[in-house]
């Protein structure tokens, strides 16, 4: 009996290896890596512990914590973070493993706890990343002063209605997510909340990648998708100040 014992944890040990290494390939050969463009500037701002710190030129009374979407390398938000940072803001961009938000939801206590100085912080992200956005907001509300969801929202068993934090839900009509359910999703999030709606715009826009599984074709460029967003954010920023 103790041989057969063995012998089948031997077999699911193998199992278990195996289908590992398959789930680790499958995150490689899906991600969606970023443009050149976006990678060189990414590569300027990526400090030590690994996250991609915009950093403005005057210290920031605000910063934002970015989750990446789903499989999307961090650095395809380069660009829009730029943008947030010449608004005066810090713009954090946190690399999660395997590109997968949900196996840190919160990573941003490490990105917030090296900034003390910094005195409002705000939790986004796009796709994925903005629904463990939600996640870690409802885990850790005492420190999130807004939320930024770029083409997400909450989970159906995660309500943030009644939260006072000001939160700002941006999304394409171009996306292949109708725009019906981001404003049903509404519902969920705190009472103060402001859906955007960029017409012409996409799913993959607000990063710099090329086209995404299941998504709409955008009627308008990604500079003009990443501009109109980069405002709402800081719209919604500007506020906390």
Not at 70 to 85: E, N, S, T
């Amino acid at each position: 009996m103790r041989r057969l014992l063995e012998i089948v944890a031997i077999a699911l040990g193998g199992v278990i290896v195996i289908a590992s290494l398959g789930f680790y390939s499958w995150t490689r050969l899906s991600r969606y890596p970023a443009f050149d463009d976006a990678a060189s500037l990414a590569g300027e701002v990526r400090i030590e512990e690994g996250w991609y710190a915009f950093e403005p030129e005057v210290q920031p009374i605000t910063g934002l914590v970015f989750y990446p979407g789903g499989l999307v390398d961090p650095a395809d938000y380069g660009p829009l973070m730029q943008c947030v940072r010449e608004g005066g803001v810090l713009a954090v961009i946190a690399p999660m493993p395997l590109d997968l938000a949900f196996f840190d939801i919160r990573r941003a206590d490490k990105v917030i706890a090296e900034y003390p100085d910094v005195g409002h912080w705000v939790i986004g992200g796009h796709s994925l990343g903005g629904a463990m956005a939600c996640e870690y907001v409802a885990r850790r509300p005492e420190v999130s002063d807004g939320l930024v969801l770029l083409a997400s929202y909450p989970a159906e068993s995660t309500d943030l209605s009644a939260l006072d934090i000001a939160t700002v839900s941006i999304y394409g009509t171009e996306d292949g997510v109708p725009g019906s359910v981001f404003e049903e999703s509404a519902d969920r999030l705190p009472a103060s909340a402001e859906l955007v709606e960029i017409p012409g715009g996409n799913h993959a826009q607000f990063g710099d990648y090329g086209p995404q599984k299941g998504d709409g074709t955008a009627s308008i460029s990604r500079e003009e998708q990443q501009r109109l967003t980069a405002e709402a954010i800081l719209s919604l920023l500007r506020r906390l100040e």
